[in-house]
């Protein structure tokens, strides 16, 4: 058995890190948390759990000196608690556990595709480079993203990256659900509620949204639209709502605990985001009995979605009379939600179940 540690970066619940660390216990290995960031509710929650968690702070300027700090931190503490493994998610905590894990196996998952390109970053292009540069074996959480990898950065090798795709306990999403589903609905009455969960940047394409929504108002279908999580954008989107006169039809709510309530209440999930490697909300609402509709060619959505069988796709240029057309057709009854829905949490759970991600992770840790 091996004593493994397991890296994150962000302090927010996230049933994939939840769903690893459970069945790598499970399994009889032992698992410590780490984190590089302030605590928060995974670290508490883990903690309850039984796990041990340790957290090391750095303020984030000067770069240099918070690489160094964490480096020598976690190398060690790696040494002093015997690490074997270490498992560390997204692309900080991937560098800082590639240079301080080096008498341990170090497996970093990159959870991106081409968000350093999208957002023409030089400072994300050298972070991946060095990864791509540093790591024996990386995982990848989407095939699409091995190859972009290949086709475009630097360092990258076919024989180093794997795709492993997220894998999920989906029982434990249970657990987050609160109850409230028919109070949110209830607050929100109208014939058909959209829901959008993802943080409000630019690549998440919430504008699109809602400039499809004012197109089927105008035409006076009663739709309303949920906006969950935060982010930069807010305060352009909340002017778009007011100039489209959708501040009725719309409400931002920012981070939610209970999203299970969210996508339980509503009819359909709307993610028409450009930025994706494996996205989560997608695989929430088949489980909770929803589907969605997602741009094509995006992410891993090309993978597993089947256009008009079990969700909807949308094409990267399509504009908001395209989106809307779709809604439209679903308002009007043309699709059987039901029956999509189901169809599509059939392929989800089968194809993300946490034990074949598990059993890849340790398969390669072994490579």
Avoid at 67 to 89: M, T
Avoid at 144 to 158: C, P, T
Avoid at 211 to 226: E, F, P, Q, S, T
Wanted: proline share 3%.
């Amino acid at each position: 058995m091996k004593t493994i540690l397991f890296l994150i970066q962000i302090p927010n619940r996230s049933i994939y890190f939840e769903s690893c660390v459970f069945e790598l216990r499970k399994r009889g290995h032992s698992v410590i948390i780490g984190s590089i960031c302030e605590p928060g509710p995974i670290q508490k929650y883990l903690s309850e759990q039984g796990f041990t968690c340790f957290d090391y702070v750095v303020p984030r300027n000067p770069l240099l000196t918070y690489y160094r700090k964490h480096i020598s931190f976690w190398k060690k503490k790696i040494q002093e608690l015997n690490i074997d493994l270490v498992l560390a998610h997204l692309q900080w905590a991937n560098f800082i556990a590639l240079r301080a894990g080096k008498k341990a196996t170090v497996i970093p998952t990159r959870h991106h595709v081409d968000a350093s390109f999208l957002f023409n970053s030089r400072k994300r292009k050298i972070e991946d480079a060095f990864i791509n540069l540093l790591a024996k074996k990386q995982a990848v959480v989407s095939q699409r993203a091995k190859d972009f990898m290949l086709a475009n950065e630097w360092f990258a090798s076919k024989d180093n990256i794997h795709f492993i795709p997220l894998g999920y306990d989906f029982k434990l999403y249970e657990n987050l659900k609160s109850g409230a589903s028919e109070k949110i609905r209830n607050e929100h009455p109208a014939k058909m509620l959209l829901l959008l969960a993802s943080r409000l940047i630019t690549t998440k394409r919430h504008e699109l949204m809602l400039r499809a929504l004012k197109i089927l108002n105008d035409k006076g279908l009663d739709i309303k639209l949920i906006a969950l999580d935060d982010g930069p954008e807010k305060e352009n989107l909340l002017k778009l709502t007011a100039e489209f006169g959708l501040n009725s039809r719309v409400r931002f709510l920012g981070n939610q605990k209970n999203i299970p309530d969210y996508l339980i209440a509503a009819d359909l999930v709307v993610h028409p985001s450009i930025e994706e490697s494996s996205n989560q909300v997608l695989k929430e609402a088949a489980w909770f009995g929803k589907t969605a509709i997602v741009t094509r060619h995006i992410g891993d959505f090309d993978e597993f979605v089947e256009d008009k069988k079990n969700a909807f796709f949308i094409e990267q240029n399509h504009g908001p009379e395209q989106l809307a057309a779709i809604i439209e057709e679903i308002y009007l009854g043309k699709y059987d939600l039901n029956q999509m829905a189901s169809e599509l949490r059939k392929t989800v759970t089968l194809r993300f179940d946490i034990v074949n991600t598990i059993d890849q992770y340790l398969a390669l840790a072994e490579k």
